[in-house]
């Protein structure tokens, strides 16, 4: 895959998404710009749009999805989408999964806290629990080295210990979009927000800013 890179931004996104099969209606519209470095929380709730921003800022959108205007990547994504399940092969087993070349498994492993490493490397995806997955794609997107990382809703329905150990897993990521409905939990995380309500974007500020209007509304 090529990148652009003659963009000033990571990820530029100024379009209308639309399905093929409808194109007057619209199903999300409006601009994101993704820089270097940064931790930027997509929130809002279900159904405004979250999950198909994450799918065309990765380049992933469902063949039934048009686009009209522009998305712009100018590094390798990796996107971490609700059913992480989908990207780990259930016929192979995790350690194999994640032999990157240069990047050692051992320490993908000890770096999103699957531990003992050694027992994780044996295991096949179906004998780990939904956090134990949830770390393993983590694992395997910061062995592919892409430079951003997309979690789509990668913490619900985690208990809150499992919960901390796959948000410091996410932390690792060089620049993050963290999609969720959790304010609180995207205002530990992330530095910037943005929401999202029935396809419009309505916020794009700070997440100190953000949270402050949250609070005096
Ligand atoms: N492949 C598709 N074809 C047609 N419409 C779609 C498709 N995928 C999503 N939509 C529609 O686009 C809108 C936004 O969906 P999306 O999955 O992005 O919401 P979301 O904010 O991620 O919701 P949730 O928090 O429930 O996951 C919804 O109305 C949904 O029905």
Known sequence: MSYNTAVSHLLHFDARLYPKADPSTTLLQGTVDIDQGESIAILGPSGSGKSLLSQALAGRLPATIGVEGSIQRAAPVTLIQQQCRTALNPLVRIGKQLSFGAVCAHDLLERVGLRPTSRFMQAYPGELSGGQLQR????????????????????????????????AALQQAQTLVFI??????????????????????????????????????
Do not use: K, P
């Open 136 to 167: 393993a794609a983590i694992a395997m997107a910061l062995g592919t080295q892409a430079q951003v990382l997309i979690a789509d809703e990668s913490t619900t329905a985690l208990d809150a210990i499992t919960q901390a150990e796959v948000v």
């Open 180 to 217: 969720s409905h959790d304010i609180a939990l995207a205002a530990s995380i992330c530095e910037h927000a943005l929401e999202i309500r029935s396809g419009e974007i309505v916020a794009d500020s700070t997440m100190a800013s953000y949270v402050e209007l949250q609070c005096n509304h």
